[in-house]
């Protein structure tokens, strides 16, 4: 519909310790994240497939349509970018690529993966 604006969810990896501290106090600076727009029918498929609910029952997370949930630990998020791979959600839809890169991003920096859903 013209004019309706779409609101986009959003998963970001803080590229430092320091950005993810600041992220925790809503003070980032212009180049503390990686950060990966999700839209809705992304959003859709990560639940539809299971993903979001086998993350919550595995770790005891609390993904939900208007909950914010991170991934922190280094065995969730290579885990979670397994079960990404697994799913093989890349081939349904192109705009999981830029999410596995957050996954693989958040290990080699050592911070983690945060979804604004």
Do not use: H, W
């Not at 519909?1 to 430092?16: D, F, I, N, S």
């Not at 029918?41 to 990560?46: A, F, I, Q, Y």
């Not at 539809?48 to 922190?72: K, P, Q």
């Not at 839809?93 to 050592?110: N, V």
């Amino acid at each position: 519909m013209p004019g309706k604006e779409t609101p986009m969810r959003t998963a970001c990896v803080p590229l430092t310790a320091d950005a993810e501290r600041r992220l925790d106090t809503d003070s980032c600076l212009p180049g503390d994240l990686y950060e990966v727009m999700l839209s809705d029918s992304t959003v859709d498929l990560l639940f539809d497939s299971g993903f979001f609910t086998t993350l919550n029952t595995r770790f005891g997370l609390l993904f939900d349509r208007y909950e914010d949930e991170s991934i922190t630990r280094t065995e969730q998020l290579q885990y979670a970018r397994a079960l990404l791979r697994d799913l093989q959600l890349g081939r349904k839809c192109q705009s999981i690529d830029p999410l596995d890169i957050a996954f693989g991003l958040a290990l080699e920096k050592m911070t983690g993966i945060y979804f604004y859903l």
